[in-house]
């Protein structure tokens, strides 16, 4: 049944490439969940504003964002912008689809981390004395930040795997280098298991770093 | 000469939204059935099975599904079985979905509190019976709106399938491919997009009301 030889050898002459690649999916995740995070910071504040324009805008990308396939997203960047006379390289139109996309997940998650902070909890740190920045502060961001640490932890991982949607359009991210190193020496099931295998270990690093932090941040660990 | 969208580019598209509509029917009912064994698996107090299983929706859950196709389709390649990539496609999203369902069906199962399953045993319950008649229906009740959440996932990862180049195409494919002919991507696209809005909104309104037809039985039931 089984009558092929696999050959690693091959896969270990490109690992230079592969580690690049693997950098260069490093760096689109980290810089996709920072923009990200901001354009949610701002969506979550919009979507409770009293000016309607705002309120419409954040509702309309959250929704966008959510409801259509990622793909669809890199698609709309790389190819749809065109008509507008937009041109982006694949690397900006992946890391600009992705942080659109993780903008919408990141301001729902956030959204639902300040609702876990009680109103009465503010009035009662104003009542103690505190001023509004020193209740924001020491009150509600400590529980807003352990309420949404392990979505966002989630959300990071998300955000590296999408980034591998890049290779559809031709970014040489870990996905990509893989398919064009495979289509060179004809070993694809070496390449990509190696590739799976980075994958793996980058997934696996960043939760363990994500749980000391927590370890050490809040009293108990993340919430669940 | 240029080229515009015809009927049967429409066609072509509408029909691209039911390919990704079965997609996400046939992988997410074999998807849905196998996370649930797995994720009853890692709630029964076997550590075998705890850390096995642990392992396979971890690695599930950490590689991207487009390694996840080719690796499955390769493998099968080398393994002397080749199949259709529409199949392999079927497949790997199944395995692919039950990894997440595992996670959902065992917090499900870990919602029920011990007081009430213990309560079912005590009263004369079978394991099987406390687990069908008392943990299913309500543990599903918790978690129903997070496996709605992966469904709505699994139609939009559907779109990945296209890496295999499985036939006939899904939406995003069959969008790509007119696209290809007429030049035109951001109306297509446009379109392709407000397809799948449409279909995950319906989704998501059906869900909605379904649980709320559940909480209107149960404040009668109260």
Partial sequence: MFEYTFQWRVVWKHWPQLLEAGLLTLQLTILSIIIGLVIASVLAVFRDSSNPFAKYLSVTWVALARNTPALLQIYMAYFGLGAFGIHLSPYTAVLGAVAFNNAGYLAEILRGGFSTVPASQKFAARGLGLTATQSYIYITLPQVLQAVFLPIVNQVIWAMLATSLGMIIGLQELTGMTTFLQSQTFRPFEFYFVAACMYLVIAKIATMLAQIVAAHMFKGGADK | ?222
């Fill in chain 2, 1 to 222: 000469m240029t080229y515009t969208f015809t009927t049967n580019d429409f066609l072509l598209m509408v029909q691209g939204a039911g390919i990704t509509f079965l997609l996400t029917i046939i992988a997410g009912v074999i998807g849905t059935f196998m996370g649930f064994l797995v994720g009853w698996a890692r709630t029964t107090k076997n550590a075998v099975f705890y850390y096995s299983l642990g392992a396979y929706v971890d690695i599930i859950r950490s590689i991207p599904l487009i390694i996840q196709f080719v690796l499955f389709n390769s493998f099968m390649a080398i393994a002397g079985y080749p199949m259709d990539p529409f199949i392999s496609g079927i497949i790997t999203l199944s395995i692919y979905i039950s990894g997440y369902v595992a996670e959902v069906v065992k917090a499900g199962i870990e919602s029920v509190p011990d007081v009430t399953r213990k309560a079912a045993r005590g009263l004369g319950m079978t394991y099987y019976q406390d687990f069908f008649y008392v943990v299913v229906p309500i543990g599903m009740r918790t978690v129903f709106p997070s496996w709605t959440g992966l469904m709505l996932g699994l139609m939009k990862d559907t779109s990945l399938i296209a890496v295999l180049g499985a036939t006939p195409p899904e939406l995003l494919r069959s969008s790509q491919i007119i696209i290809n002919r007429i030049q035109e991507p951001l109306m297509i696209l446009l379109g392709a997009g407000a397809f799948y809005f449409i279909m995950c909104y319906v989704i998501t309104h059906f869900a909605g009301r379904y649980e709320k037809i559940w909480q209107q039985k149960r404040q009668a039931a109260l």
